[in-house]
């Protein structure tokens, strides 16, 4: 019986989020961008099981409302369960052009470059699944070459061996190194119109430079209400927790 109530709940959960998520996209396409947004918002707060196509359509209502924080945050949402997705990057540039801060961003170099941009491919859930289907593949290869009796056949799959254990610590270091990247990643958006960024976690401490809605930074610290945050310049400071949002 329990069994039976669980899973009407989940269906009704599933066709509650779908018929949300339809009805916002009804309205949009009305122009009628606020009831989109309450339709997607409803659907954030009752359905777990969140898509990047919902962030990136709810994104899309907020810009239209010319709702700078809100339309940038759904953005980065939407990134971080889609990454390098092409459409969310162009519309989040668009987005990022109604912000009144203008924060230079410091490129990375050198071999940890590389690693980031190799590794960031791919999700570490989808790097998981990549090398679950390599070690099968290389399950395969061991039995072929146990049980050929040529050679050559197996010279073939004693080669193809070594190159998908080697493609499967890849893979797998790819993996564990994309999963600490998100785990230790804190973007946030600034949602107040003008925030203060402080030189010490309190309010007597002094004011180093202003951030105004939309802004983005990286929190690497929290100390009761205040976050130490880090801009992409490599700028630091503290903020009032109360003024921005994580991302994740």
Same mark, same amino acid.
């Given at each position: 019986m329990?069994n039976?109530?669980?899973?009407?709940?989940?269906i009704?959960?599933?066709?509650?989020?779908?018929n949300?998520?339809e009805?916002?996209?009804?309205?949009? #396409?009305?122009?009628?961008?606020?009831?989109?947004? #309450?339709?997607?918002?409803?659907?954030?707060?009752?359905?777990? #099981? #969140?898509?990047? !196509?919902?962030?990136?359509?709810?994104?899309?209502?907020?810009?239209?409302?010319?709702k700078?924080?809100?339309?940038?945050?759904?953005? !980065?949402?939407?990134?971080v369960?889609?990454?390098?997705?092409a459409?969310?990057?162009?519309?989040? $540039?668009?987005?990022?052009?109604? +912000?009144?801060?203008?924060i230079? @961003?410091?490129?990375?170099v050198?071999?940890a470059?590389?690693?980031?941009?190799? +590794? =960031? %491919?791919?999700?570490?859930?989808?790097?998981?699944? %990549?090398?679950?289907? %390599?070690a099968?593949?290389?399950l395969?290869?061991?039995?072929?070459?146990?049980?050929?009796q040529l050679?050559?056949s197996?010279?073939?799959?004693?080669? =193809?061996?070594?190159?998908?254990?080697?493609?499967?610590?890849?893979?797998?270091?790819?993996?564990?190194?994309?999963?600490?990247?998100?785990?230790n990643?804190?973007p946030?958006?600034?949602?107040? !119109?003008?925030?203060?960024?402080?030189? @010490?976690?309190? $309010?007597?401490?002094?004011?180093?430079?202003l951030?105004?809605e =939309?802004?983005?930074?990286?929190?690497?610290?929290?100390?009761?209400?205040?976050?130490?945050? !880090?801009l992409?310049?490599? +700028?630091? =400071?503290?903020?009032?927790?109360? +003024?921005?949002?994580?991302?994740?």
């Amino acid at each position: 019986m329990k069994n039976i109530l669980y899973l009407f709940l989940l269906i009704s959960q599933v066709f509650f989020a779908q018929n949300g998520f339809e009805k916002g996209n009804a309205f949009y #396409q009305k122009a009628q961008y606020k009831e989109a947004v #309450q339709e997607y918002e409803s659907v954030i707060k009752e359905d777990k #099981q #969140q898509s990047a !196509e919902l962030y990136f359509n709810l994104a899309n209502s907020y810009y239209k409302l010319n709702k700078v924080a809100p339309s940038i945050y759904n953005y !980065e949402k939407a990134l971080v369960l889609k990454p390098n997705d092409a459409e969310i990057l162009n519309n989040l $540039k668009f987005a990022k052009k109604l +912000t009144i801060d203008e924060i230079k @961003e410091v490129p990375k170099v050198g071999f940890a470059k590389l690693i980031q941009n190799f +590794t =960031g %491919i791919f999700t570490y859930n989808t790097w998981a699944v %990549i090398s679950v289907g %390599i070690a099968f593949a290389f399950l395969l290869s061991f039995i072929g070459y146990y049980f050929s009796q040529l050679t050559v056949s197996k010279r073939i799959y004693f080669i =193809g061996m070594f190159v998908l254990l080697v493609a499967l610590l890849l893979s797998i270091a790819s993996g564990i190194s994309e999963k600490d990247h998100y785990d230790n990643d804190r973007p946030a958006i600034v949602f107040a !119109e003008v925030s203060e960024v402080r030189s @010490e976690p309190q $309010k007597a401490g002094s004011a180093i430079f202003l951030l105004h809605e =939309g802004a983005k930074v990286y929190v690497t610290e929290t100390l009761g209400q205040w976050k130490k945050i !880090e801009l992409t310049d490599g +700028t630091e =400071g503290w903020i009032d927790s109360l +003024t921005i949002k994580e991302v994740k």
